[in-house]
């Protein structure tokens, strides 16, 4: 266990270095996502109930969105000079390989949420920050759920030519009972109410998604690089 830990860590840190020394993906996702969140708000009225009510919704698909480009980068970047084949053959397993991508993607995804997310309050004048610990909670869970299954169809579509085409195609279908339950949550906290009564099977659906597929992604990850 202590040998996956610093070599997950010793992943995660060389992805972070990497993607925060070109800022490629980050950038990317950032301006996609204010861009989203501009327009749309063109598109509605800011201070109309109705738009609170699909609030969440709007929040998660342009965390979706704009999750893409840094997820679809996560195996994508070791192509040049064959690095992904060193990785493969170093004595690093393929789940420590995962996980340290997988963490990587995660941080990188909540740095764009933090950002977008007091824009998308002055945007659509809500006050998402009334449970700010269960919202962050929740954020957490989706964005791991996002992260664990981008992660893996990342390994899996690395060597496509038409890979930016085909990690959201097989993502978001996957991605349905995890976005469903992070978005009923959301609109639930952004409206002020906590966690409570039939809601909660929305969070329980949200755990057990992040706990299945983080085992499966773990156990399958090798034979997904090496074939």
């Not at 204010?34 to 109930?49: G, H, K, M, R, Y």
């Not at 995660?106 to 740095?111: A, G, I, K, S, Y």
């Not at 990850?221 to 090496?226: A, F, G, I, M, S």
Request: glycine share 6%; charged share 15%; proline share 4%.
């Amino acid at each position: 266990m202590t040998r996956f830990l610093r070599d997950s860590l010793t992943i995660a840190g060389k992805d972070l270095r990497s993607e925060l020394r070109t800022k490629e993906a980050l950038n990317a996702s950032v301006s996609f996502s204010l861009v989203i969140l501009l327009l749309f708000s063109f598109a509605f009225d800011p201070s109309s109930e109705q738009t609170r009510e699909f609030s969440g919704g709007l929040l998660w698909l342009v965390f979706a969105f704009a999750g893409a480009l840094i997820l679809n980068r996560g195996f994508a970047r070791e192509l040049p000079n064959d690095c992904l084949d060193a990785l493969i053959a170093s004595p690093v397993s393929g789940a420590s390989l995962f996980a340290g991508k997988a963490a990587a993607n995660f941080l990188l995804l909540m740095t764009v949420e933090a950002i977008s997310l007091p824009v998308f309050g002055i945007f659509y004048n809500i006050r998402w920050w009334g449970q700010f610990w269960q919202l962050a909670g929740v954020l957490a869970l989706g964005t791991w759920a996002m992260t664990v299954i981008g992660t893996m169809f990342s390994a899996l579509t690395v060597n496509l030519r038409l890979r930016e085409l085909m990690l959201p195609t097989l993502v978001y279908p996957v991605m349905i009972p995890a976005l469903m339950s992070a978005i009923q949550l959301t609109t639930q906290l952004v409206a002020g109410q906590p966690l409570a009564g039939d809601v909660l099977v929305w969070l329980r659906l949200l755990v057990a998604f992040d706990v299945i597929f983080t085992a499966l992604a773990l156990s399958l990850v090798e034979t997904v690089l090496v074939g």
